[in-house]
């Protein structure tokens, strides 16, 4: 089974523009999870989808938002980017049929701000 | 409030020498999970083992073991006989049943490098 897919891997991008990351769960996966990962505070979640519904949100500004496909497959928009965004954004799928699956990872896309 | 935390930031071994990662977690559920992830440079989080709060059997894998002890909220992690292979950072996590679906709680991390 393929893993978790995330694209790209590398992006650069300058203060106020906005961004656009995409994850491609393992197949039969439905639930997407993400994360930011930085040097100061380490992982953090940003949200969860499941069928299409976030069924859940970290503490992280509305600039941050995502969606869910029928397909499962997520989108992660940045709008407004800040410098303090650089870091490495990480994906996890799982099966979803209980709150606590096992969350397997992407490779991430590494986001540089300018 | 649910906090994961892995007071050892950095840990330097010789090849062959037993390391032992350390993880307190705190949470007010009855049910919860533990994970443990390794972070290789490339980035991408590795799924290790995953732990109920009702299981408390230790469990060994290969050259991998850990320690639940609930009486001390402590899932420690174990590698005998390190290899330089086992060079990444270490992540200990938690989950919690009633009310963080699809969130994992990490601790800040254990660098772990194993020289030759």
């Known amino acids: ?17 906005q961004v656009t990351l995409s994850c491609s769960p393992i197949s039969g996966h439905r639930s997407v999870s993400w994360y930011q990962q930085t040097p100061g505070q380490g992982l953090q979640f940003l949200f969860e989808y ?26 992660m928009n940045v709008s407004t980017l800040e410098l303090g965004d650089s870091a490495l ?19 991430g896309t590494r986001l540089t701000v300018l | 409030a649910q906090k994961v935390t892995q007071a050892q930031t950095e840990i330097s071994v010789v090849e062959k020498e037993d390391v032992t990662l350390d993880c307190v977690y705190e949470t007010r559920d009855t049910t919860y999970y533990l994970f ?23 469990e060994i894998s290969g050259r ?31 989950s919690e049943l009633s009310s963080n679906t699809g969130k994992l709680i990490f601790g800040q991390g254990t660098t772990l490098q194993v020289k030759p």
Do not use: H, M
């Open chain 1, 1 to 17: 089974k393929a893993g978790v897919t995330q694209t790209p891997r590398y992006l650069i991008k300058t203060r106020g523009q």
């Open chain 1, 50 to 75: 499941f069928s299409e519904t976030q069924r859940n949100k970290g503490n992280f500004p509305g600039r941050f938002s995502g969606r869910q496909f029928s397909n499962s497959r997520s989108e």
């Open chain 1, 89 to 107: 954004y990480l994906c996890a799928s799982s099966a979803g049929t209980t709150d606590t699956d096992t969350q397997y990872f992407g490779p």
């Open chain 2, 36 to 58: 443990w992830y390794k972070q290789p440079p490339s980035g991408e989080l590795v799924f290790l083992i995953r732990r109920n709060s009702f299981d408390e059997q230790n």
């Open chain 2, 64 to 94: 991998y073991s850990w320690n639940f002890q609930k009486s001390t909220s402590s899932f420690n992690f174990t590698i005998t006989a390190s290899q330089v292979v086992d060079s990444a950072v270490y992540f200990c996590a938690l």
